[in-house]
């Protein structure tokens, strides 16, 4: 048996409010998706099914916004990736 749990444990965040949540780059990079598009279509799915057990989606997943630093002292927004909350 792997160590995943432990790992996943290396990537938890814990906000304000005491609540562990999981980036979803830092997520796809662990499952070594190459190309973070490819991951968001597992998280497409993983909110439908949230849907389909009558879960809230807004409760388990945020739409969170990066921003990239650039050599000109400039910055642009990274496209919005998920946080996964645990309930």
């Known amino acids: 048996m792997t160590n ?3 790992i996943f444990e290396t990537i ?5 409010y005491n609540s ?3 980036s979803g780059r830092q997520l796809a990079k662990m499952l070594e998706y190459a190309d973070y598009r490819n991951f ?3 998280i497409k799915k993983a909110k ?3 849907k389909n057990s ?3 989606i807004q409760e ?3 739409d969170v916004t990066d921003m990239i630093e650039l050599g000109n002292n400039a910055s642009i927004s990274n496209p919005p990736q998920p946080t ?3 309930s």
């Open 48 to 50: 439908e099914s949230c």
């Open 40 to 42: 968001e279509t597992v």
């Open 12 to 16: 938890k965040h814990i906000n304000n």
């Open 4 to 6: 995943k749990p432990v």
């Open 84 to 86: 996964i909350n645990q």
């Open 54 to 56: 009558n879960q809230s």
């Open 20 to 22: 562990e949540f999981w």
């Open 60 to 62: 388990h997943f945020v």
